[in-house]
C-alpha cells in the first residue's frame, strides 16, 4: 500500500489550494481517509478525516467552515480542498489511511510522505 500525497505549495493569506492523496494497494473503498498537518517544532495534529463510504466527514475545529474534505473512489483519491488560508495553516501535511475515521494519530495503518503547505501573511 502506497499513498502519494501532492497539491502544497505556497499562498498569500486569504488563497486557496487543494491537495490531493492517490491511494495505492486496492484498499482505498475500504478505509477512512484523514489529513495531518505538522508544523515545525510541534506535534501532527488532525486536521479532516472522512468514513470509507463517504457518509461522515470531521473536522479539527480550527479548520471548520473552511476546509473540506471528500473522496473519489472511481479514482482512489481523498481531497483537501482549503480555503480562508492563513499563516497558522502553515505545515507538512500527511494523508492517512485506517479503519473507522477517527481523530487519532494511532488509528491510521498506512500513511503518505508529506506536502508542505506555506501561507505567507
Known amino acids: 500500500v502506497q499513498l502519494q500525497a501532492f497539491g502544497g505549495g505556497l499562498v498569500q493569506t486569504g488563497g486557496s489550494l487543494t491537495l490531493s492523496c492517490v491511494v495505492s494497494?486496492?484498499?482505498?473503498?475500504?478505509?477512512?481517509m484523514a489529513w495531518f498537518r505538522q508544523a515545525p517544532g510541534k506535534e501532527r495534529d488532525f486536521v479532516a478525516g472522512?468514513?470509507?463510504?463517504?457518509?461522515?466527514?470531521i473536522y479539527t475545529d480550527s479548520v471548520l467552515g473552511r476546509f473540506t474534505i471528500s473522496r473519489d473512489d472511481t479514482k482512489d483519491t481523498v481531497h483537501l480542498q482549503m480555503r480562508s488560508l492563513e499563516p497558522d495553516d502553515t505545515a507538512i501535511y500527511y494523508c492517512?489511511?485506517?479503519?473507522?475515521?477517527?481523530?487519532?494519530?494511532?488509528?491510521?495503518?498506512?500513511w503518505g510522505q508529506g506536502t508542505q503547505v506555506t501561507v505567507s501573511s
Open positions: 494497494g486496492r484498499i482505498f473503498s475500504s478505509v477512512s
Open positions: 492517512a489511511a485506517g479503519g473507522p475515521v477517527s481523530r487519532r494519530h494511532g488509528d491510521y495503518v498506512w
Open positions: 472522512i468514513s470509507w463510504n463517504g457518509d461522515t466527514a
